[in-house]
């Protein structure tokens, strides 16, 4: 009888599933059944009373089924989390509308978890430079798309839906890529600079020709290997694994160059709004993570510069000895040599030409030597 029970109620929401199925995208309505699945499983197993809509209350159903969620031998982070909430409300708002007796404030505001702060994690400019130049020595059709993925910051799927015609002439020397429909459904337009441009001819030149039976050549897919297979998730993230470990770099992640691509810009000065655009997020929150990236880099380099200040301006002492009536000897000649020393490192201290300064160095270690020598001839 409770089976039956449960399956009039799941009739009802998987009923509510289809309308909504109309307006919403496959993978969305997918993931809407995930989640009412879910749902109902917890109230089969603890209260298989329930027979419809109406029968269910805050307490103890759902807070119920929100404590099963945080409790579970395997919890769904804050994301799962929220993303089931607003699920279930949607349900619920909808089942309300459609005239069945829900009780209102089933699931309120104070339910939703918080987010996960998370930050970007580019890769130092160390590594990005061993990554770039062997990634630029391997020069294959993956090395080259990872480059691309580096110079523009798009998101992997992005990068792999790009067309033969993606590329885009605006006029003069400018170029744009256009990049096609991404994980947020909309499509951008990311501004490309000459070496991002020849990355691009490169890849044309290494991917396989579109067939000869195609109806629009130049819409063809680009990544396409000679064998005329598509370039995969997979073999992409494993090309840059071995490409770190020939670079001598720690393991790097896909997604590291889209950071890496923003972090870049926004301490070369680009605006937010501007990276926003080219990034494609919805929300600027997201672009501000960024901030806080370049935020920790100031104060690293200005403590940093804190701590040299106290060298830069140390003056080095020059050392004092008891002045004897007769300062024609070895020794005097040494004190007479410290004190050349002494001036010429105050010299050089003021010059901003640094060959000069290196020369003023290297005269310095000759005097030291000179000084060295003849304490040992002194001593002999």
């Known amino acids: 009888m ?10 009802i929401l998987q009923e509510q599933l ?11 309505i ?13 109230l089969h197993l603890n209260y298989p009373e329930i027979q419809s809509p109406g029968q269910l209350q805050r307490n103890p159903h759902v807070l119920g089924w929100l404590r099963s969620l945080a409790e579970d031998d395997h919890p769904l982070t804050n994301r799962s989390r929220r993303a089931a909430l607003i699920c279930m409300t949607r349900l619920f708002d909808d089942l309300a509308d459609n005239g069945y007796p829900v ?16 930050l970007p994690i580019p890769l130092s400019p160390e590594v990005d430079s061993l990554l770039s130049r062997e990634l630029r020595h391997t020069d294959d059709l993956l090395a080259n798309a990872l480059l691309l993925l580096r110079a523009t910051g798009m998101r992997i799927g992005e990068c792999l839906r790009l067309n033969r015609d993606s590329l885009r002439h605006l006029g003069g020397n400018l170029w744009a890529l256009h990049v096609p429909l991404g994980k947020l459904h909309n499509e951008r337009w990311v501004p490309m600079d000459d070496d991002a441009h020849k990355t691009f001819d490169r890849i044309l030149a290494l991917a ?25 998730y997979h073999r992409m ?9 020939r670079a001598g770099c720690p393991p790097v992640r896909l997604h590291q160059l889209r950071h890496t691509f923003a972090t870049v810009m926004l301490r070369a000065g680009m605006s937010l709004t501007a990276l926003k655009e080219i990034l494609g997020h919805r929300d600027i929150r997201m672009t501000m993570r960024y901030v806080q990236v ?24 020059l050392r004092t000895h008891h002045v004897e009536a007769d300062d024609t000897g070895i020794a005097g000649i040494c004190r007479a040599l410290d004190a050349v020393k002494h001036r010429l490192e105050m010299h050089r201290r003021q010059l901003t030409n640094q060959h000069a300064k290196n020369k003023i160095q290297s005269l310095a270690r000759r005097l030291a030597k ?11």
């Open 30 to 42: 997918r993931y809407y059944r995930v989640q009412t699945n879910r749902f109902v499983r917890y």
């Open 294 to 317: 370049t935020q920790n880099d100031l104060q690293r380099e200005y403590h940093l510069a804190r701590r040299n200040m106290a060298s830069v301006h140390a003056v080095p002492r």
């Open 18 to 28: 289809q309308t909504l199925a109309v307006t919403l995208k496959p993978a969305t």
């Open 208 to 232: 396989a020709p579109p067939p000869h039976d195609a109806s629009n050549p130049a819409s063809t897919p680009l990544l396409i290997t000679p064998n005329g297979n598509k370039v995969s």
């Open 237 to 245: 993230s494993k090309a840059l694994k071995n490409a770190a470990k």
């Open 2 to 11: 409770s089976t039956m029970q449960l399956c009039e109620l799941d009739r």
């Open 103 to 118: 009780r209102e404030a089933l699931i309120l505001s104070q339910d939703l978890p918080p987010h996960d702060l998370y």
């Open 370 to 380: 000179l000084c060295g020598a003849l304490a040992a001839l002194q001593n002999a």
